[in-house]
């Protein structure tokens, strides 16, 4: 069994993509790179669908590119040549806003305009406003510690992530950082 059929038989043919429309979309962001077609897309529903497809493909050695919405400019979300796409804009809950801590805890697909519309509902301001702010994550704002004029006076992503649980390469889950009470700019 090839590494595809395993990660459809393991997730399913609804997280596990390889027709040529889906293939060309996750081949470019909104760079002016050239496109790079992988070989698969994995749009995962939830964490463990991350673990079980970063297993499969850390086992099989195929190189993994995640991606948020696509809306680098960097060239960062344009995948390895036959590698592997990992999408995680189905993963896109606002999972809680702790208004007391100054804290929110969002899965890495959710839009930055859906968060800072979301926190405004408890009178709170989510500084970084790239100007792509209604189509990209809050997963590629972290890696690209993205920002907009906001950057200014309240600095970028950087600045508001206190901790980050991440899936490594062999399908490892691990913490970073510590959710703490925020508010460094006080
Ligand atoms: C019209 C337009 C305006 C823009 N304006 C700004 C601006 O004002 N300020 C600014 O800073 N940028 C701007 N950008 C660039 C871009 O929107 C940002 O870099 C944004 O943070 C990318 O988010 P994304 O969800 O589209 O990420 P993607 O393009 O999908 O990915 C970007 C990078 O992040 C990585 N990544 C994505 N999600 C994850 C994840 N969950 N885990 C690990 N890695 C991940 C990808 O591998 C890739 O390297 C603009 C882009 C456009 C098209």
């Keep these: ?25 996750y ?12 070989s698969v897309v994995i749009l ?6 991350v673990i079980r497809a970063v297993e499969i493909l850390y086992s099989e050695r195929i190189p993994i590119t995640p991606r948020g919405s696509g809306t680098s400019l960097t060239g960062g979300s344009i995948p390895s040549e036959g590698g592997a796409v990992i999408s995680l804009e189905r993963m896109n809950k606002i999972k ?5 801590n100054l804290t929110a805890t969002v899965e890495a697909g959710v839009i930055t305009g859906d968060l800072i519309n979301e926190v405004g509902k408890f009178n709170l301001f989510y500084p970084p406003d790239p100007a792509s702010l209604q189509s990209c994550t809050i997963g590629g704002n972290v890696a690209e510690n993205a920002g907009g004029p906001r950057a200014f006076k309240y600095g970028t992503t950087k600045n508001y992530v206190l901790e980050i649980e991440a899936v490594i390469k062999n399908g490892e889950r691990i913490r970073i950082g510590k ?6 700019w006080i």
Excluded: A
């Excluded at 995962?44 to 669908?49: A, E, G, V």
């Excluded at 809680?96 to 007391?100: F, L």
């Design 27 to 38: 081949s470019k962001d909104s760079s002016d790179h050239p496109p790079i077609l992988p």
């Design 96 to 100: 809680e806003i702790d208004e007391e």
């Design 1 to 25: 069994m090839n590494f595809k059929e395993k990660l459809k038989l393991s997730l399913g043919e609804d997280v596990v993509k390889d027709d040529e429309e889906t293939l060309l979309r």
């Design 44 to 49: 995962p529903r939830n964490l463990n669908d």
């Design 179 to 184: 959710k703490t009470k925020s508010g460094w």
